[in-house]
């Protein structure tokens, strides 16, 4: 069964720091780019950053850019988001997807698999 399952979420104050982990099962994510995406309530779906499958190419978005850092451990079958000096602004619902696309893209309509979602929460 094909599975991703996103962990390391929390509620933490601001300024705090949290590593999220996407941990794939049922397939290799050798071959497979990989987004971050986040869902606050009453909006939409944002990417906010994606990974090549060799980890050769990334992308964060401006909102995060400078603060979030993504990499991958293909050995542990595992993606990570650093997520540095949190903001109330980033909570939200994050989300790892899959895709295996040939060009890198933080689009979700072009990812396949999804995780089902860690909560994080930054307050005072």
């Known amino acids: 069964q094909v599975q991703l399952v996103e962990s390391g979420g929390g509620l933490v104050q601001p300024g705090d720091s949290l590593r999220l982990s996407c941990v794939a099962s049922?397939?290799?994510?050798?071959?497979?780019?990989i987004g971050w995406f986040r869902q606050a309530p009453g909006k939409e779906r944002e990417g906010i950053s994606c990974?090549?499958?060799?980890?050769?190419?990334?992308y964060l978005a401006p909102s995060v850019k400078g603060r979030f850092t993504i990499s991958r451990d293909n050995s542990k079958n595992t993606v990570y988001l650093r997520m540095n000096k949190l903001k109330p602004e980033d909570t939200a619902i994050y989300y790892c997807?899959?895709?295996?696309?040939?060009?890198?893209?933080?689009?979700?309509?072009?990812?396949?698999?999804w995780g089902q979602g860690t909560q994080v929460t930054v307050s005072s």
């Open positions: 997807a899959a895709t295996q696309k040939s060009y890198l893209t933080i689009r979700p309509g072009a990812y396949e698999y």
């Open positions: 049922g397939f290799t994510l050798d071959y497979y780019d």
């Open positions: 990974i090549s499958s060799s980890g050769a190419n990334t």
